[in-house]
């Protein structure tokens, strides 16, 4: 028996799933990338601004939207840009520095936070209510973090600061008034004037890894901008096409490839107390997507509900 003809609907479903797995995937193997780059972490960061302030120029212009970003630009949207393009350059720095220090492992700790830290950002700055599987998940990790604390003398705090900088980052977005694009595109060209001088004084002093003998770390460099920003346009068109309650459990994949390539490829430290720690993070993660799923399914028998009887 041949199988029923896929729905409009289920095209649109299907194509969202496989961009956003796309996205999810080039975010996990960004350690590869950067561990292949021979730069100092600032330098890897300022390179990184300034070709994705370029190349996302350029996807602007050839989609006739840079006028709309123009014609958006407020104080209040170049303030909160800036705030957000701060954020998220700190996050980047101290994600390359970990690939650098052989800490791929605790970066994706931060990954692995960072959607239940985004519901506690949530609750503090949207004043969003937290629902009863929600608060024992956030608990539940809090112990995790608080494991690893004790058994290893001080806070894992490469993670943190991961999962800080970019659950902030996240709920400055959501809040913004430019959409994806846009808004990643105003946050590279206003940090690109810092990355610029910086990168021109490395040139001055002869330091550069951009301009040096190496034409391999050269065009490493200047694919940063690209594969900082292809796999943010995928994300951004594919998410409009799925449930956040799927979005929510696609984003596991670039955290578990970050793990995986830590321990058994670079063969990072892992030992059973640390594992202990992880394991009730990732208990925590289950249950809160456990929860979103039973969320989303709840929301959608009220609406189905409603719909019924308003049209008694």
Known sequence: MSAPPLTDSDRERRTGVLLSVGAYLAWGAFPLYFKALEAAPLEVLANRVLWSALFLTLVLGARARLRHLFAALRWR?????????????????????????????????????????????????????????????????????????????????????????????????????????????????ILLPVAAVYLGWLALGERSALLGPSAAQSALLVLSGPLSSVPLLLFAAGARRIPLSLVGVLQYISPCLQFLLGVYLWHEPFNQQRLIGYALIWLALVIYSLEGVWAARLRRREALALSRSAGR
């Open 77 to 189: 949207v170049v303030l909160g840009s800036a705030l957000s393009a701060s954020l998220l350059a700190i996050n980047w720095f101290v994600y390359i520095w970990a690939v650098g220090e052989r800490r791929v492992v605790d970066a994706s700790l931060g990954y692995f936070i960072t959607p239940l830290f985004s519901v506690v950002v949530g609750v503090l700055l949207l004043g969003e209510a937290l629902r009863g599987g929600q608060r024992l998940a956030i608990a539940t990790a809090g112990v995790g973090v608080a494991w690893l604390t004790l058994q290893f003398g001080q806070l894992p705090w490469v993670g943190l600061a991961l999962a800080v900088t970019f659950g902030s980052y996240g709920a400055l977005r959501k809040t913004g008034a430019l959409g994806a694009l846009e808004g990643l595109a105003l946050e590279q060209l």
